[in-house]
C-alpha cells in the first residue's frame, strides 16, 4: 500500500497536475483576499463581544517536559532550593541527597542560577543538530536535574514536575480561552510504564480541564534492543499496547490506569526523522516478534503496527461505550518524504508537516483530504527550517488544515504566553489577518482532542457540517465569507477531479 | 550648516568609501561571531544571577495615548461602563452626557464591544497610509472616545487616560526590570497648555518610577495657521517654549510646571515625515515671527528651532541647578534622507533612523558619532517597511548604537507584554544570540533619560566610560568579550580616519 502511494507520488505528469492546481489554489485565495477583505474584516466587527482574544485556541503539539518556559523552569527551581533545601530528593549508590547536596555535588548555588546557566534554550547552535536539542532538556547540562524537575520517575515519585505542570494549567485556566494537549511518554521499555504514568497522574492530580493528554512513543527500539532490554520489536509492542487492551477489559483490575485513560485521547510517534533507515518496509519484512537485530525498523513500520493497534483498541473501547484515540503522529519535520504517505494512510492528524514543501502531490492530497497540520514554526527555525521559509502562511492560503502549536515553550519562546508568542510573530511576519489567525484557532480546536461536547460549546452545535452551516461566526469569529470560499474551492476541486475520472473512464470504455 | 552636509553626503567617492567601511564594518563583526560565539556564551553563564530577563531594559519610543494594549483599553472601557454607567463624562452642545448616554449617542452597547469593533490595531490597510493610521487613534472610530479615554483635557480632566497609564505603570513596576518613555503633547496651540498637562500630571498623580516622560511636538503649524489659530510660527514657539523658561526662572509662580517638569526629560518632535516640503531651509529663510504663510515650515527648520530653544533653556537650568532636557526627535522613518542631516546636527538621538539604510555616508557618521538609534521594527512593519527588510540587525552588528522599542502598543502588538514581544520577535526572526539581546537592552538604558544615579545602579558605577571598562557584566549581561570588539573596531575605526587626514595634510603641504 505505502509503496503503490510512493509510485503514485512520484510521477512526473502527476507532479506536473498538482502543482497546478496548488498555485491555482494560492492564486485564488489571494483573489478572494483583495475582494474580500473588507468584507471579511465588515462581518467580523459586527460580531458581538468575540474576538481574537476570546475564541478557544489549542496548543496542538507541545511536550510536556518543555511545557513551561524557561524563566518559570527557572524560577520553580530557585523556589524549592529556597523552600525545601533539606528535603530528600534522589538516591545516589544507595546514599540519600536532600536537594541541597545535590546541587553541592553539581558544585552549583541554586541563587545565582540563570537562564543562561540553566541553558535549556535552543539557538544558532540547534540548527540541524537535533542531538544537541534533545540534549536541551538537561537544565545546566546536568542528567539529575532532568529526572528530578521533568520525569514522572524518581524519588519524589515525580512531584516536581507534577506541580510544575500544574502552574501551567494554572495559567490556562485563568487565561480563560486556552487549552494544550501536552504529550507524555512511554517507551515500550517494560511493562508496568503504564501503571506507573498512570499513578503518578492519579496521585499528583495533575488533572486541568484546559488539558488534554497525549502519550508520545518514542522511536527509540535501537536503543533498547542494543542494551538488551528488549528481545524484539514486539515485545516492545506488547509492553505499549498489552496493559491498555488489560486496562479495557478488566477496568476494575487496573483502575489507575483506566481512570487515567480518559484523560488521554490520542498517540504520538515521535523522534528525529532526519535520521536515516535503509530498510524498506514491505510484505516481506520480518514481523514484530521477528524484528530481533539492533537495527530500528523504518518511520513506516513504527507507525503501521502503532496504527494497527491503536484500531483494534479503539474497536474494543467502542463496542464497551469506553473513549477512542486519535493517532497524531509527529511527521514531515524532516527526513524522508515517504513518511508523509505512511500518515496519510494511517494518521488523523500530524504535527508539522514542513516536506509537503517539497511533494506536490502530497501536499494536494492532503489538501483534498483535509488532514489537520499542527505546525510549529518557531520551533522549526530553531531546528529545520528559517522562519521567513516556513510553508505556513502558503498552506494556509491554499486552504490546507493548519493549525499553530508551540512544541516546546522551554527550548524556543521568550514570553510568558508562549502560544500567543506564536499567534502573534505569525501575525506579524506573514501579515495575517485577523480572519486568518481565527481561522487557525479554530482548526486548532477541530483537530484537538477536546470532546464533542466542548467543540460544540466552542465552534458551534454544528460543527460537524461543513462550509458555512458548520461555523457559528459568534463563537469562532470566522467571517462566513471565509468559510463559504474554503467549502466551495474544495467542492470545485473534488467534482473537478470526478469529471476528469469520469472522462477517462469513457475514454477507456470507447477504446476498449 | 545644513547645506554644506547635504553636500557632504552626496559626493560620488564619499559615498563609495562609506559604503566600503560599512561593508567592512558587517564583515567584521560576522568574523568575530563565528570565532567569539561560543566564548561569548561561556562568559555569560559564568554571570550570577544575571540573564536576559532581568538585565534593565527601556522602552525608550512610546506613545502615551497607545502605550496600553489592544486589549487593555477595551477591558478598561468596558469596566468604566460597567461600574459608571451614570457618571456625567462629556458635555454637547450645553447638554451634559453620562457614560451611558454617550455610547447610547453612538448606538453602541458597550458589552458587545471587541477588539474588532474598537478597531485600534493597524493592519495591511495603514501600510505607508499614515493618515489611516492616525485615524487609528479614534476607538470605533468615534473621536468622543479618544477624547474620553485617550486624552489629558476633557469633561473628567483626563482622569480616564490618567486611569489606564497607571495600571499600565503597575504592570512595569511588578515586572520589575522594564522601563518606558512615554511621550505626551505640547501643540503650541496656546500658552496654558502646559499649565493644563502639568495639573492633569500632578492631579491624577500619574508618576511612577518606571516612566520617564517625553514631550512630543507635532508638526502641524500648516493644520493651526490655516484655522486661524496661529499668526506665526513664532508664536508656536512662543506658547511651546515662553511657559518652561517662565517656570524655570520663577518657579514659585508656576508650583505644578516645575515640580512636572522634574519628570520630563526630552523633546521629542512627531509627524509623518513622508509629506514632502518644497521649502530649503537656509539663512535667506524667514524667521520664526516672519513664518506667516500656511505652508507648513520644513523638518529642518522645525529641528533647528526646537534645538535652538531647548539650548537656552538647558543652560539656563544647569545654571540654576535644574534638570535638563535631551532633545530626541523621531528621524528617518520616511521622506527624505536630508532629515537625518538636520537630526546629526542637533539630536541627542533619535527614533527610527530606517532611512540610514538609503545613505552610506550618513549611516557612517552615525556610527562615527554613535548616536543612538531607537527603533521599533514592529511598527516599521505595519507602516513604512516589512519586518524581513528592517535595517536593525545590520545596524547592530555594524556597531551603530541601537535599541528596541514599541512606538504604540494599541496598534501594534498582540500579547500583554509589548517590550517583550519586541525583542522576542527580534530574537527570533534574525536568531539574535543572548549577548546581543542584553547588548540592545544595555543601549536603551545609555539612550535613556534615566538618573545618572539609576544608570549607575543599572549598567554599574563606571557606565560613562567607554569600552569593556565602562561594562559590569554583572548587572549587563554583555560580554566583555563584545565589549572589547566593540571599543576596538570604533577606535580602529577613528584612527584610521585620524590618519587618512593627516597623509592628506602631508600630501597637500607638500603640494603648495
Not at 484546559?210 to 518514542?218: C, G
Not at 452551516?469 to 473537478?496: H, K, P, W
Request: hydrophobic residues 35%.
Amino acid at each position: 500500500m505505502i509503496n503503490l502511494y510512493c509510485h503514485v507520488i512520484d510521477v512526473s505528469h502527476r507532479k506536473s497536475y498538482c502543482h497546478r492546481r496548488l498555485n491555482f489554489l494560492g492564486s485564488k485565495f489571494n483573489l478572494h483576499e483583495m475582494l474580500n477583505e473588507m468584507s471579511e474584516l465588515k462581518e467580523l466587527k459586527s460580531v458581538p463581544h468575540r474576538d481574537f482574544y476570546n475564541v478557544r485556541k489549542v496548543d496542538t503539539h507541545i511536550h510536556a517536559a518543555a511545557c513551561m518556559n524557561q524563566k518559570h523552569l527557572l524560577r520553580f527551581i530557585k523556589h524549592t532550593c529556597r523552600t525545601e533545601p533539606d528535603r530528600v530528593v534522589a538516591e545516589k549508590n544507595g546514599k540519600k541527597m536532600t536537594l541541597k547536596e545535590l546541587f553541592e555535588s553539581l558544585y552549583m548555588d541554586p541563587y545565582d542560577l540563570t537562564v543562561d546557566s540553566l541553558d535549556v534554550h535552543a539557538g544558532r547552535q540547534t540548527f540541524h543538530r537535533f542531538d544537541k536539542f534533545n540534549a536541551k532538556y538537561n537544565p545546566v547540562g546536568a542528567s539529575e536535574l532532568r529526572d528530578l524537575y521533568l520525569k514522572t520517575e524518581n524519588y519524589l515519585d515525580g512531584e516536581y514536575f507534577a506541580r510544575i505542570i500544574k502552574e501551567v494549567a494554572g495559567e490556562l485556566e485563568d487565561s480563560k480561552y486556552q487549552y494544550t494537549e501536552p504529550r507524555l511518554s512511554i517507551y515500550g521499555r517494560s511493562p508496568d510504564e503504564w501503571d506507573i504514568l498512570a499513578k503518578w497522574f492519579i496521585k499528583h492530580k495533575v488533572y486541568s480541564p484546559h488539558m488534554r493528554w497525549i502519550i508520545q512513543v518514542p522511536r527509540i527500539f535501537d536503543i533498547f534492543r542494543s542494551k538488551k532490554i528488549l528481545p524484539d520489536f514486539g515485545k516492545m509492542l506488547e509492553n505499549i499496547f498489552l496493559p491498555l487492551f488489560e486496562a479495557t477489559i478488566n477496568p476494575s483490575d487496573h483502575k489507575e490506569l483506566y481512570l487515567f485513560l480518559n484523560y488521554v485521547t490520542g498517540f504520538d510517534s515521535v523522534d528525529d526523522e532526519s535520521k536515516h533507515n535503509d530498510h524498506m518496509f514491505s510484505n516481506k519484512s520480518p514481523t514484530p516478534d521477528q524484528w530481533t537485530h539492533e537495527q530500528n525498523p523504518p518511520y513506516s513500520y513504527y507507525l503501521y503496527y502503532m496504527y494497527g493497534n491503536i484500531m483494534l483498541l479503539n474497536n474494543l473501547r467502542r463496542e464497551r461505550g469506553m473513549s477512542t484515540f486519535l493517532f497524531r503522529p509527529h511527521c514531515g519535520e524532516a527526513g524522508s518524504i515517504t513518511h508523509l504517505v505512511s500518515a496519510f494512510i494511517t494518521a488523523d492528524n500530524i504535527s508539522h508537516g514542513l516536506n509537503l514543501k517539497k511533494s506536490p502531490v502530497l501536499q494536494y492530497l492532503y489538501y483534498l483530504a483535509q488532514i489537520p497540520i499542527a505546525m510549529s514554526p518557531l520551533s522549526n527555525n530553531s531546528l529545520f527550517l528559517e522562519y521567513s521559509k516556513s510553508p505556513l502562511r502558503e498552506f494556509l492560503h491554499k486552504g490546507l488544515v493548519v493549525s499553530l502549536s508551540t512544541d516546546d515553550p522551554m527550548q524556543f519562546h521568550y514570553t510568558k504566553e508562549a502560544l500567543m508568542e506564536e499567534y502573534a510573530i505569525a501575525a506579524q511576519v506573514w501579515k495575517l489577518s485577523t480572519c486568518d489567525l481565527c481561522e487557525i484557532a479554530r482548526n486548532s480546536v477541530l483537530q484537538s482532542g477536546l470532546s464533542d461536547k466542548e467543540k460544540k460549546h466552542f465552534l458551534g452545535c454544528n460543527y460537524t457540517k461543513e462550509g458555512p452551516e458548520g461555523n457559528d461566526i459568534s463563537r469562532t469569529n470566522v467571517a462566513q465569507i471565509r468559510m463559504a470560499f474554503r467549502y466551495e474551492t474544495l467542492c470545485n476541486e473534488l467534482s473537478f477531479l470526478a469529471d476528469a475520472m469520469n472522462s477517462a473512464d469513457i475514454h477507456l470504455a470507447q477504446s476498449q
